[in-house]
């Protein structure tokens, strides 16, 4: 699939990156060790597309990607539920494992199991575990509000692992702050 571009863009969780086609949002980068590692990431994943202006839909998008994570709480948060999104070459289970994840509102959690109940495939959790490895768009997917059974948090693939995870639900207010320490 040739994407028709993508953008970097500065979030509170770090610089993020989005690409586009003409059907919809491609592909969504989380923060790498630095821009450039972002740029170069999503840059590999969509071949022969390349940076530029995003379209005012795709913009509008990153603000709504921007605003999730602003730290505001006033009001509820975008769930990104209505973006749309281009998903060809997608195995269907994953799909489907996508179109669950998407109805988990900012500010709350669902375990693998209960995504594997709501497929009427119980038992599955570790193969929707795998889908959402596999996601192709987190945060519009938004696979960092889906825990473990007994509500840890394990193998999130984005760079900074499960403290990355952490920090996405507590901006989302599904998680408390840190007690802050001396140090």
Known sequence: MTAAGF?????????????????GIVDVNLPEASPDVTRHRIAGRLAGSREQPPPP??????????????GSTNGPKDDLADV????????????????????IRPGTTLSYGQIATELQLPGAAR???RALGDNPCPIIVPCHRVLAADGSMHGFSAHGGVAAKRRMLQLEGALPPDDPTLF
């Open 127 to 129: 193969a929707v575990g």
């Open 84 to 103: 749309e999104l281009d998903l060809s070459g997608v195995p269907d289970f994953n799909r489907a494992v996508y179109r669950v994840t998407r109805g």
């Open 7 to 23: 953008a970097l863009f500065d979030t509170a969780i770090g610089c993020c990156a989005l690409g586009w086609t003409e059907a």
């Open 57 to 70: 839909q795709v913009r509008q998008v990153i603000e709504r990607i921007v605003a999730l994570f602003d």
